[in-house]
């Protein structure tokens, strides 16, 4: 019963988009107020029906209705209450609609904010928005649809998946379900898929009106890139978020003992977060300068082309990764669509070239129009490279039958420079003037900072026998560190100096006065840290592996591991648990006890390697056993990584996420706006207290 309700609620989510979309493109084309009403009104229903379905799903998920094949798929028995729950993203299906959930909710939110400098071009918005998600919607109800049940075919064996029943056909329900997929066990993979998905439906909002924009000439303004600039950096602070939760659950679950690998589901997330940061830089120049237009409209364009296009292929299983799906019929669907949202974008992007001229000309390479513009064409290059790198399988598989695997090495040596050029530009942008930079006055700013930067990453360089691009490296991150805090000192000297104020409160109150500016440096300070994660990630590393019997010891960097034994029980959750116990050392003074485990899921059959890890400062212990004396259980194998500089990279991601909230939040004056009441003729503003 649930589940049919669940099932009308989508079919008329899936109505009510057809007409969303027809309502709103013929209002605006004809200007029938009346029916962008009424489209403004089915929209924010659209996110109704869908909810239903949502809660429809869930309800399901935790009853444990075997009878649906997604919750046979993806539950079982075995399976934790809060596991059942978050299931509702684990799988294909349920996956699929999570997508089109969030993006009814962006839908809905786009049509309840005030419209008083958007008129023109909200029924654009809502249909262009609405045909992204409708085209989910539509993917839900015919393709992957959760609420599909399990028949049995007379005559044959087969077991057919499918809403209606075939003719003669007998439902069929299994004794248990198979389980999540042990690995996604985790709370990094339980928090990435949807933090991940509000980043990709969010970018859809500012591509839409950037869309609106072409088709009604309004690009001549720079209006849409104002109104979209806080559902632009949501977008972004939600697939940043969920970027670094998919690197943690790396590092804590798949025991190679790093947090990044170049996997192809990795790539598509990483793609349209570069050339969403590089539309965050672009629309700075627009808005300051009247400039890049172009350019910020390919960006969006291309970002939302990639967020379909990372669905397209973690979803289709196109691509070969631990955590994508496998192979199923979406594929054509989305190879249609975005075909047509590739060519209809460029085009109209085409058509309306004459409104996007720039009001100024760049009149030096010495500016902060021309740094900003460098760091877009590298962010375009490294998303061009990562583009290669992630299709390259795919496309030998069709041309040769053979699929060639494109390795780290390949994305590392030919995104690295990028990314160090990226970051030293980071660095050096705020000492850049707009229009031009006298470069006497430029190299007494850099002057300091490039001579302590020097002078520390030469010491540590020949102290520690770095690596030239290691010592490289640090001199850049502290270079970049130096030339940021340095922004924040002047701002600050001069409000101690001017208002008398305390160095913290002069510190407070500068950020509070002019939040974008200063919220954008703690984010670049952020990047640093991670930077800093990634270094010593990349050449200090160090490894060792060896067999061990009760009370021997294994040493590396400083640190030591006793072998005191192994133990063996069963988990609640179906699984076998072996699980060593090591005693910790730095040097001869004892630590901590440290538990590294191997879990064995019996319904999948699958093993999954959970590592230990002793965190400090410096770096990170990280324990994995990886082989083991069956019948005595008093021989075992340990790996040991030393991961210097790592908690860097974890902090560093929650400075991004401050910094982001700071640059987004909202002034007074912001806060105090109107909303419009959802009934006909209410195209005049009304006061609310909500904003």
Same mark, same amino acid.
């Given at each position: ?28 084309? *004809? ?37 649906? &094949? ?7 028995? &075995? ?9 509702? @993203?684990?799988?294909? /299906? ?14 809905? &939110? ?50 057919? !998946?499918? %809403? ?7 439902? +069929? ?37 950037? %869309? ?80 890049? *237009? ?30 994508? +799906? ?44 021309? $740094? ?40 590392? *040596? ?12 980071? #660095? ?15 190299? !007494? ?19 520690? /026998? ?13 270079? %970049? ?7 924040? @000192? !002047?701002?600050? *000297? ?32 952020? $990047? ?57 050392? !730095? ?5 901590? %006890? ?23 400062? &410096? ?8 082989? @083991? ?61 909500? #904003?």
């Amino acid at each position: 019963m649930i589940a049919d309700i669940g099932m009308l609620s989508l079919t008329m989510a899936l109505l009510l988009a057809v007409y969303t979309a027809t309502a709103a493109l013929y209002g605006g084309w *004809k200007g029938r107020w009346t029916w962008v009403e009424s489209a403004r009104n089915a929209s924010v229903m659209i996110f109704f029906m869908l909810t239903i379905s949502v809660v429809a799903v869930v309800y399901s998920l935790v009853r444990l209705d075997l009878s649906l &094949a997604y919750v046979s798929e993806v539950s079982s028995r &075995a399976t934790s209450l809060f596991l059942r729950v978050t299931a509702l @993203w684990g799988g294909q /299906r349920g996956s699929i609609l999570f997508w089109a959930w969030l993006m009814s909710a962006f839908l809905a &939110a786009v049509a309840i904010r005030k419209w008083d400098t958007d008129r023109v071009l909200m029924p654009y918005v809502i249909g262009v928005a609405t045909l992204t998600t409708g085209f989910f919607i539509w993917l839900v109800v015919f393709v992957a649809n959760p609420f599909a049940r399990m028949w049995v075919v007379p005559g044959s064996d087969e077991i057919v !998946k499918a %809403v209606l029943p075939p003719r003669g056909a007998t439902p +069929f329900i299994p004794v248990d379900g198979q389980g999540l997929n042990p690995l996604l066990r985790h709370f990094g993979m339980i928090g990435h898929p949807p933090t991940a998905y509000v980043g990709f439906t969010g970018f859809v909002i500012p591509y839409a009106f950037a %869309v609106a924009a072409l088709i009604t000439g309004q690009s001549r303004s720079d209006a849409w890139i104002r109104t979209t600039r806080r559902w632009t950096l949501v977008a972004w602070l939600f697939l940043s978020i969920g970027l670094l939760l998919g690197g943690r659950w790396a590092y804590d679950v798949l025991g190679w003992g790093g947090f990044w690998g170049w996997d192809p589901v990795e790539n598509a997330m990483l793609m349209p977060w570069l050339t969403g940061t590089a539309f965050l830089h672009s629309v700075m120049i627009t808005e300051k300068r009247g400039m890049l *237009k172009v350019w910020s409209v390919v960006l969006i364009i291309l970002t939302y082309l990639l967020v379909i296009f990372g669905t397209f292929i973690t979803r289709t299983g196109l691509v070969s990764s631990v955590h994508a +799906f496998a192979k199923s019929s979406l594929g054509l669907p989305f190879f249609v669509f975005i075909g047509i949202m590739f060519l209809g974008s460029f085009t109209l992007l085409l058509k309306r070239l004459d409104t996007l001229r720039s009001e100024h000309e760049m009149e030096s390479f010495l500016s902060r129009e021309a $740094v900003f513009l460098f760091q877009n064409m590298l962010f375009l290059a490294i998303t061009v490279a990562v583009f290669w790198g992630t299709v390259f399988p795919m496309i030998s598989e069709l041309v040769t039958g053979e699929r060639i695997t494109v390795g780290p090495p390949y994305f590392d *040596k030919v995104t690295g420079p990028m990314f160090a050029a990226l970051v030293l530009l980071m #660095g050096v942008a705020p000492l850049f003037a707009w229009r031009k930079q006298a470069a006497r006055t430029l190299g !007494k700013a850099l002057w300091g900072p490039f001579a302590v930067a020097t002078l520390i990453a030469v010491v540590l360089g020949f102290w520690q /026998r770095m690596h030239p691009a290691a010592a490289f490296g640090i001199w850049l991150v502290i270079f %970049v560190a130096l030339t940021t805090l340095l922004e924040f @000192w !002047k701002g600050m *000297k001069a409000r101690m100096t001017v208002r008398k104020e305390h160095p913290l409160e002069a510190l407070v109150n500068l950020i509070a006065r002019n939040r974008r500016r200063y919220g954008g440096y703690i984010v670049h300070l952020a $990047v640093v840290m991670m930077a800093l994660g990634v270094i010593g990630d990349g050449y200090f590393q160090k490894e060792t592996q060896a067999p061990l019997r009760v009370g021997q010891t294994l040493s590396l960097q400083g640190y030591t591991i006793r072998f005191d034994g192994l133990r063996q029980y069963m988990g609640s959750d179906g699984r076998e648990v072996l699980e060593a116990q090591v005693s910790l050392f !730095k040097g001869d003074e004892f630590v901590r %006890v440290l538990r590294p485990r191997r879990d064995y899921f019996i319904v999948q059959q699958q093993p999954v390697t959970i590592p230990a890890t002793h965190t400090t400062l &410096a770096g990170d212990v990280y324990v994995l056993l990886v082989g @083991w004396e069956e019948i005595t259980a008093s021989s075992a194998t340990f790996k040991i990584y030393w991961n210097p500089l790592i908690i860097w990279m974890w902090s560093g991601g929650i400075m991004l996420i401050v910094g982001t909230l700071i640059a987004w939040w909202p002034t007074r004056a912001a806060r105090r706006e109107v909303s419009y009441v959802l009934r006909p003729g209410a195209m005049r503003p009304q006061p609310s207290s909500g #904003g």
